[in-house]
């Protein structure tokens, strides 16, 4: 782990784990009963299930508000023991400056390898002090290039090339600034819900993923999705089977890193496996016609997703 990041050209997804975040209910205990054994025991299901990495968040959710003092406060403690029981390096998950300098002074980097600082972005309020923190403390580092430099701020990206611009500017950045080789750096394009995608995002994403794999200037960096958000708001019996099936299609376009949920075994599904090929279908409806407008091919997306939701539903009687 203290070397070149697996990933890339290993003919597999890397998956970091994302069971460390107060959206998931045994995290929330642990949380609010402070109890860092709680955090082993998921930092070691993860590791066990396949997960190479792992993701702590300590932030409030919609279940559960967390002052941020609270969060500084036990972050200490609970990188240590989770550093205790696993090896595995960990990605501090937060937009915060000040979460991510008290996690990487409280990390151990001799007993875990670089970690990986999660995540900067267009939008980051505190964005050159992050990008010190990256270079200090010598991370890896997730880059969001779902999100774009415009006059006076950021903006998400509506097409592949602004997200491709978005990469390129930041590997550029955290060349110069932060001394960062291309292999060090994760490349998040983004990852919308599929069922509720009305303007292409899943294509834009996926599309992205292909420009940065053919520019000769990103050449070695890593991609990475949050691939909990993609099945959002489908049926549960059908959401693990649509992740694989993404997971195929997103290896082919040149992911390799997902932080995801080890224990639904989050592997590409074979590429001639029915699934998949409903998710290409799917997919190419939410391409516009010529005339035609996103919102229009993104509601045709939607339907044929639902069609796919529906063929997987028991019949009653």
């Not at 294509?203 to 200037?217: K, P, Q, S, V, Y």
């Not at 080890?262 to 590409?268: A, N, R, S």
Request: hydrophobic share 40%.
């Amino acid at each position: 782990m203290n070397g070149t990041m697996t990933g890339r050209g290993t003919g597999k997804i890397t998956i970091i784990g994302e069971l460390m975040n107060n959206s998931y209910a045994r995290a929330r205990t642990a949380f609010t009963s402070r109890d860092p054994r709680g955090y082993q025991q998921l930092a070691k299901s993860q590791v066990e299930g396949g997960a190479e990495y792992l993701d702590l968040n300590l932030d409030g959710t919609q279940k559960i508000q967390v002052r941020r003092q609270e969060m500084l406060d036990f972050l200490p403690e609970v990188i240590a023991s989770i550093q205790e029981v696993t090896r595995a390096p960990l990605c501090f998950d937060n937009p915060s400056v000040d979460y991510q300098r008290v996690a990487l002074e409280n990390y151990d980097r001799e007993k875990s390898g670089a970690p990986i600082l999660n995540s900067i972005a267009a939008s980051r309020e505190r964005l050159g002090e992050m990008i010190e923190l990256v270079k200090e403390y010598d991370t890896r580092v997730i880059v969001m290039a779902s999100e774009t430099f415009v006059p006076g701020g950021s903006a998400q990206c509506m097409n592949p090339q602004d997200a491709l611009g978005a990469a390129k500017r930041f590997v550029e950045m955290l060349a110069t600034k932060a001394d960062r080789r291309n292999d060090q750096i994760l490349i998040d394009p983004g990852l919308a819900p599929v069922g509720a995608d009305t303007y292409g995002l899943v294509n834009i994403g996926l599309d992205a993923m292909r420009l940065i794999r053919a520019d000769a200037d990103l050449k070695g960096v890593h991609m990475v999705v949050g691939l909990s958000n993609f099945a959002w708001g489908t049926p549960k019996g059908i959401r693990e089977e649509l992740e694989k099936a993404y997971l195929t299609l997103g290896a082919e376009a040149g992911l390799d890193f997902a932080i995801a949920n080890p224990e639904k075994k989050p592997v590409p599904l074979p590429a001639d496996h029915p699934m998949v090929g409903k998710l290409r279908e799917a997919l190419r409806q939410g391409r516009p016609l010529e005339g035609e407008t996103i919102e229009t091919s993104g509601f045709r997306q939607i339907e044929a997703v639902m069609g796919i939701c529906a063929e997987a539903q028991p019949v009653d009687g």
